[in-house]
């Protein structure tokens, strides 16, 4: 008896020991992800700069916020106080990177900017009323 109590003692502590090794490794593992995503995503943001006032509008952009009533006010204050959309940005874009920013303006209008960010202005490409569908034709 004494045997078996010894021989299950051993199994004991060595499927401790193992449990505790993987639980090790699992932390590890999730500290380097952590630190690596949010390293990650703060140099995409910084390639953006928010404190940017000079802003050319493309004949596309000056159009579709004529149509959709979206001032030029509204469009910095979606830069200043949105939210980087990376699925709907493109940062590897051919001509430079493209960044779709979402956000609520003060009357609640949900709207998506795409901004391409230029040496000493952000190009506003376009913007988007997420939440109403505008009827453009002059646009296209």
Request: hydrophobic residues 35%.
């Amino acid at each position: 008896m004494a045997e078996f109590f010894s021989m299950n003692t051993s199994r004991s502590k060595i499927s401790s020991s193992i449990i505790l090794v993987i639980l090790v490794i699992a932390l590890i593992a999730r500290f380097f992800i952590h630190n690596f995503s949010n390293s990650n995503s703060q140099n995409k943001s910084q390639d953006l700069n928010r404190k940017e006032n000079h802003l050319i509008l493309t004949k596309h952009a000056k159009c579709r916020m004529e149509c959709r009533h979206i001032t030029e006010d509204e469009i910095k204050e979606i830069l200043h106080d949105g939210s980087i959309n990376y699925n709907k940005s493109e940062l590897q874009a051919e001509h430079g990177p493209k960044y779709a920013v979402e956000g609520y303006l003060h009357d609640h209008q949900h709207l998506r900017v795409i901004f391409a960010p230029e040496t000493n202005a952000i190009v506003v490409v376009t913007c988007i009323d997420l939440d109403n569908e505008w009827q453009c034709p002059s646009c296209n």
